[in-house]
T-cell receptor, first 113, second 113 residues
Framework: GDSVTQMEGPVTLSEEAFLTINCTYT??????LFWYVQYPGEGLQLLLK?????DKGSNKGFEATYRKETTSFHLEKGSVQVSDSAVYFC????????????FGKGTRLSVIA | DADVTQTPRNRITKTGKRIMLECSQT?????MYWYRQDPGLGLRLIYY???????NKGEISDGYSVSRQAQAKFSLSLESAIPNQTALYFC????????????FGPGTRLTVL
């Protein structure tokens, strides 16, 4: 079945450092790929998404590119801020939409000033 | 107003008690979901419903039941709560397309003593 593997945390960075959180997936066809973020004490919210190969999703300075050849959707940000401290989840939904989202286990990011 | 609301937000109960968690959404979506979040385990799907007459088990449905009272309402019950059901519970809703965003509620923190 479909699955998502993302790097385990926690990840601790200094403010203005470069961030990469790796995500790879296994799925048939062309799934849609998502990054969700969970800030402390809140529910998950969509950060960005990409729905076909080579698409780049972006939001709030974060980017991720749908790479079909490497089945990856790595999350990057050039300069993190303390306010980016959160848990980040990579997820996919199958191409026909008839299955729920499949989530990775999440990566906790802490940014220190 | 929030797109997805959950009640209660916090609940402490005792082993053997019956508990109901309620979820309402104003997105007009047919699809609704219940997840459980435990530290280090990410999000795990309990039940999902693709329309009012459709209920499906997720990966961890044992010990839980659901009711889809209307398009906008989806409740989760623990018939006889046990301590290892202590967790954070999230409700979510989405459209039917593989590219649709899934919207999450703020979560219910349940403690079973």
């Amino acid at each position: 079945g479909d699955s998502v593997t993302q790097m385990e945390g926690p990840v601790t960075l200094s403010e203005e450092a470069f961030l990469t959180i790796n995500c790879t997936y296994t799925a048939t066809g062309y799934p849609s790929l998502f990054w969700y973020v969970q800030y402390p004490g809140e529910g998950l919210q969509l950060l960005l998404k990409a729905t076909k190969a080579d698409d780049k999703g972006s939001n709030k300075g974060f980017e991720a590119t749908y790479r079909k050849e490497t089945t990856s959707f790595h999350l990057e940000k050039g300069s993190v801020q303390v306010s980016d401290s959160a848990v980040y989840f990579c997820a996919l939904r199958g191409f026909n939409g008839n299955t729920p989202l499949v989530f990775g286990k999440g990566t906790r990011l802490s940014v220190i000033a | 107003d929030a797109d997805v609301t959950q009640t209660p937000r916090n609940r402490i109960t005792k082993t053997g008690k019956r508990i109901m968690l309620e979820c309402s959404q104003t997105k007009g979506h047919d699809r609704m979901y219940w997840y459980r979040q435990d530290p280090g385990l990410g999000l795990r799907l309990i039940y999902y419903s693709f329309d009012v007459k459709d209920i499906n088990k997720g990966e961890i449905s044992d010990g839980y039941s659901v009711s889809r009272q209307a398009q906008a309402k989806f409740s989760l019950s623990l018939e006889s709560a046990i301590p290892n059901q202590t967790a954070l519970y999230f409700c979510a809703t989405s459209g039917a397309s593989s590219t649709d965003t899934q919207y999450f509620g703020p979560g219910t923190r349940l403690t079973v003593l």
